[in-house]
């Protein structure tokens, strides 16, 4: 199966904002609402942020939000911190042969 | 607290086969499907295998469809990964990951840190 489409790196200084995206087709992110994004700081497991577009786990800051617009989602992080470092994956329901697509991976840098 | 932690992970020659395990702790295991992911170097993520939590249905990707075989002891609170017919393409850290329930919710709760599998010779 093809891949989610993120950017490779994304970047910004401490406190401020930045977003992601994550783009697929109709036959993943834009059918369903079923897209998920995860944090992953290199040799550490990888930790869930939002689950279902929308939604946080308990215990996720809330400077941590999700949305989706058509075939493409977006993970916002605001007040960037230090600790924001890693890695960002997106994943979503896929209709084609496997059951989930993952994305390409985004490394996020605080400046 | 949920932790998972994966073991097995080994260099392994073309055609071998190997067996990857998951230790699990912190919640009821046999409430849970379970699943693997992996990652080859340099690559993006690929579904792997789920198991129900009573082991009595599995789903695979095509891509490993026939030669690996995904199996629960419950009274162990441990899953496995039986990988046969290994091919190069299989190098990658496998990842052990949790689903919210006994069903296909779309995504993965907790994971583990992963284990290296190289393919080479």
């Known amino acids: 199966q093809s891949a989610l489409t993120q950017p490779a790196s994304v970047s910004g200084s401490p406190g401020q904002s930045i977003t992601i995206s994550c783009t697929g087709t109709s036959s993943d992110i834009g059918g369903y609402n079923y897209v998920s994004w995860y944090q992953h700081h290199p040799g550490k497991a990888p930790r869930l942020i939002i689950y279902?577009?929308?939604n946080r786990p308990s215990g996720i800051s809330d400077r941590f939000s999700g949305s989706k617009s058509g075939a493409t989602a977006s993970l916002a992080i605001s007040g960037l911190q230090a600790g924001d470092e890693a890695d960002y994956f997106c994943?979503?329901?896929?209709?084609?042969?496997?059951?989930?697509?993952f994305g390409t991976g985004t490394k996020v840098t605080v400046l | 607290e949920v932790q998972l932690l994966e073991s097995g992970g080994i260099l392994v020659q073309p055609g071998g086969s190997l067996r990857l395990s998951c230790a699990a702790s912190g919640f009821t295991f046999s409430n849970y499907l379970m699943t693997w992911v992996r990652q080859p170097p340099g690559k993006g993520l690929e579904w792997v295998s789920s198991?129900?939590?009573?082991?009595?249905?599995?789903s695979y990707a095509d891509s490993v469809k026939g030669r690996f075989s995904m199996s629960r002891h419950n009274s162990q609170n441990t899953v496995f990964l039986q990988m046969n017919s290994l091919r190069a393409e299989d190098t990658a850290v496998y990842y052990c990951?949790?689903?919210?329930?006994?069903?296909?919710?779309?995504?993965?709760?907790?994971w583990g840190p992963g284990t290296l599998v190289t393919v080479s010779s």
């Open positions: 994943s979503s329901y896929s209709f084609y042969n496997s059951l989930y697509v």
């Open positions: 198991i129900s939590g009573s082991g009595g249905a599995t």
């Open positions: 279902d577009v929308t």
């Open positions: 990951a949790k689903n919210p329930g006994d069903y296909e919710a779309y995504y993965f709760d907790y």
